[in-house]
């Protein structure tokens, strides 16, 4: 069975780049007659908003972009949690420490002596007396996923084969110094729980991919099929407003055929 996913975050309403995504979730499920899930990627509890969801609902079903079902990722946190144990048991888990302005520092020294802005690791090497102390003085640290550093590949829909060194690649933070979740962790287990076969989107998740590749397979799951679309960009090539409205006006239904069908190409 055939099953896709649009997961879009109640953060605000939904733009041009959301609806692109979506249309082509859509109709890879509806061509295949299987599952089309609309996945609400709440688990930022101070910026997820009910209207916003209510929002998203509307505009795709005047979109006629019906799903087959919905899911809240904020009903899942037990799931991620248990995820979260896993990855820890198996030694692919780890809690980082540093300041946003210790990384800042850390990047600029890689970049002045020409190598890529990878985090050190140094994390790794703190005793437990060591992050005791450092929890005492911060506070609990964020949680970061162990790459095994080799390369990722595969057969991209849409760019063809890909190859990523994750030597190259931050080991990605996926669960912050305050408890949330990231969304690099719930889509990953969401994917694999929720049986999710075909995944497309941007082009600038790319390398999201490749991280997310090796969490699914160090979870026990099979990658879905991959494929990322070009980001739409304005007349002089310049990148789009995350918060490029699909429409004009208050609402999409306040709109004509001919904006969309425009905007849609």
């Known amino acids: 069975m055939t099953t896709t996913r649009f997961a879009p975050s109640p953060t605000g309403h939904i733009h041009i780049g959301n609806l692109r995504t979506a249309l082509m979730n ?18 930022d509890p101070e910026r997820s908003k009910e209207e916003y969801v209510d929002g998203i609902k509307r505009d795709l079903e005047w979109l006629g972009l019906t799903w087959d079902r919905i899911e809240r990722q904020s009903l899942r946190l037990d799931r991620y949690a248990e995820a979260a144990d896993r990855l820890r048991e198996m030694g692919r888990f780890y809690e980082a420490f540093e300041t946003p302005t210790e990384l800042d520092l850390k990047r600029k020294k890689q970049l002045n002596m020409g190598k890529p802005p990878v985090y050190d690791r140094a994390a790794l090497a703190l005793s437990d007396a060591e992050k005791d102390a450092l929890r005492a003085e911060r506070g609990d640290g964020v949680w970061r996923f162990k790459l095994d550093q080799e390369r990722i590949e595969w057969n991209d829909g849409i760019l063809g084969d890909i190859s990523i060194d994750a030597a190259s690649v931050s ?4 669960i912050r110094g305050d408890g949330q979740v990231l969304y690099t962790l719930a889509s990953v287990v969401d994917d694999i729980e929720m049986g999710v076969t075909d995944v497309v989107r941007g082009s600038d998740h790319v390398t999201n991919t490749a991280t997310q590749i090796q969490m699914i397979e160090a979870l026990g799951g099979t990658p879905p099929r991959f494929a990322h679309h070009s980001l739409l960009t304005g007349p002089a090539g310049e990148a789009l407003s995350k918060r490029c409205l699909l429409y004009t006006s208050p609402s999409p239904r306040d709109c004509g055929p001919d904006l969309v069908c425009r905007l849609l190409l």
């Open 26 to 43: 859509y109709m890879i499920a509806r061509k295949a007659d299987g599952t089309f899930i609309l996945r609400i990627d709440d688990t």
């Open 171 to 174: 080991d990605p933070v996926l």
